[in-house]
Every structure is written in structure tokens, then in C-alpha cells.
């Protein structure tokens, strides 16, 4: 995790609750990882759809980067579904 | 459980519940990115073609099969 990533903040005093602490963690994990995937995208479609950036946006690149989202959600569904990470990672 | 007050044990068991969904999001991020550069030469279409969706099947499945000869290899060489 990077400088940006800040404990889970305890809502009062000496007394929290372990749900209120794993319920920020898992929010802040998500947002973290929600982040880093939208940065990917950016870059993939980016490359793939604007090569001559010009003065506006047309609608072949528009078309372009819409199907390349798509198409990267649907590559991260493959890597996850056809193979057993879970095991590989047990394993290691 | 008691939502009032703080089991260590618990408290660390679903810490380090999240750490490994973590590591495994990572993996599946680093894998898709790498997977996708390799099978996805062109630009996108509205579907993958047979082609494409099977490279990355494949990309990921000889991924693990290479971790797990790297690791044998600097195991043997311990």
C-alpha cells in the first residue's frame, strides 16, 4: 500500500469494534483497488484507441475505448474464472 | 461476536483474511494486464475472437506453471 493509505479511523475513544475496523479496511481495500483498475484501463485503451490524438475526440475512438472497456472487464473475468488462484496462492 | 469490544485473535484471523483477497486482486490484476498485452493485438472489437479468449486462458495458466518451476528452481538451489 502506498503514503496515501491511512488506518481505519477509530470513532471514539479507547472502545472500537473489530466490525467498525475490518468494515473501514475492506471500504479503503476496495476504493485502493478500484483506483489502480481505472488506472490500467486508462492506460490499455488509451494506447490501443488514441493513436493520433487530435483536436477533439471522434467517434471511431469514442466506439473504440467504450468496446475496450468492455473487453478488459470481460479479460479480467477470464483470468479469474479459468484458473485457480486461490490454490496457487495456498500452494506458494 | 461482540461488536463492543476487541478480540485479538478474531481481529487478526479477518485482517489477514482481507491481506490474502488483497494479494489474490493483485495477482488477478497483474496477470490480466500482462495477458492482455500479449493476446489483445489489435484493436478491441465488440467480442473476442476464439483466438483471443483462448490466448488468455492459456496466458494465465502457463503464467502459474512458470511460478511454479521458478520456485522449484531457487528451491533446488538452496
Redesign the interface.
Known sequence: MDSNCHFPHLSSGN????????GQ??RQ?AQA?AE??LE?VRG??FE??ITKPGSSLGRGESS?IW??V???I???G???L??S??E??M?? | ?D?????SA??QR??SQ?K??????E???K???A??DK??TG??????SSSE?SC??NC??RY?DM??II?KRFQSMQ
Open positions: 472502545k472500537f469494534s473489530t466490525e467498525e475496523f475490518i479496511l475492506k481495500l483497488y489502480k483498475f490500467t490499455k485503451c490501443k484507441c473504440c468496446r475496450c468492455e473487453r478488459y470481460e479479460a479480467t477470464i483470468i479469474v479459468r484458473n488462484l486461490r496457487f496462492l500452494a506458494v | 461476536m461488536p463492543s469490544s476487541l478480540n478474531e481481529l479477518l485482517i482481507e490474502e483477497r488483497a494479494m489474490v486482486n495477482m488477478v490484476a496477470l490480466t494486464s495477458c492482455w493476446c489483445i484493436t478491441p472489437g465488440s467480442k473476442f479468449s488468455l486462458s494465465a495458466q502459474m511460478s511454479i520456485m
